[in-house]
């Protein structure tokens, strides 16, 4: 597609079960990444991935949250045993080389915790 | 840690009205400033790369221009389609990830 997909939009869980988020990145970038923004907050970053290499987790907040890209295309964030400060936008990017040309993010999914 | 602070937090101009947005920034040795645009229920969108001292660069009525601390976003003539949060972010060196600030809410009334 033109731009990134994320899926879905919005997405109502109850405090402790378990969620799946979706992007398709830009075909061809081979950089992506995923931030959360919440309500007064800036871009928290999440984890990254570049081609085959071993993602930089560092911005994972803790083990309840889980990340994969297979074939270097579709990404998928896991949240298990969400809870209510988990709620806010999560945010997809994919880059061709962000170092020029930044990134280019989907609209997010917005995940309440309830 | 890489530190992105903007002001104001918000700005009112009335069309027309031009003014500038900052963004302070503290980093171990910057690889590139960014800033993005980002509208209601939308992710951001790309505006510009800055990379050294004293480089700017122009998009319609927006020009950004770097110092070492700083950078600003000057808005000439805004319309009210400018209205948006601009966001400012770090790149540092040793690292791919970005550092964004919080953003300034910018509206622009007829």
């Known amino acids: 597609g033109a731009g990134v997909s994320q899926s879905p939009s919005n997405k109502v869980t109850e405090k402790g079960k378990d969620v799946e988020l979706r992007c398709d990145p830009i075909?061809?970038?081979?950089?992506l990444y995923w931030y959360r923004q919440s309500l007064g907050q800036g871009l928290e970053f999440l984890i990254y991935f570049q081609g085959n290499s071993a993602p930089d987790k560092s911005g994972l907040p803790s083990d309840r949250f889980s990340a994969e890209r297979t074939g270097g295309s579709v990404s998928t964030l896991t949240i298990q045993r969400t809870q209510q400060e988990d709620s806010a936008v999560y945010l997809c990017?994919?880059?061709?080389?962000?170092?020029?040309?930044?990134?280019?993010f989907g609209s997010g999914t917005r995940l309440t915790v309830v | 840690e890489d530190q992105v602070t903007q002001s104001p937090e918000a700005l009112r101009l009335q069309e027309g009205e031009s003014s500038s947005l900052n963004c302070s920034y503290t980093v171990s040795g910057l690889r590139g400033l960014f800033w993005y645009r980002q509208d209601p229920g939308k992710g951001p969108e790309f505006l510009f790369t800055?990379?050294?001292a004293g480089e700017e660069k122009e998009k319609e009525r927006l020009k950004a221009t770097l110092t070492k601390k700083e950078s600003f976003l000057h808005i000439t003539a805004p319309k009210p389609e400018d209205s948006a949060t601009y966001l400012c972010?770090?790149?540092?060196?040793?690292?791919?990830?970005?550092?964004f600030g919080i953003g300034t809410k910018l509206q622009v009334i007829p």
């Open positions: 972010a770090v790149r540092s060196e040793g690292y791919q990830k970005v550092t």
């Open positions: 990017a994919s880059s061709l080389d962000p170092g020029n040309y930044g990134y280019t």
């Open positions: 075909s061809g970038h081979t950089a």
């Open positions: 800055l990379y050294s």
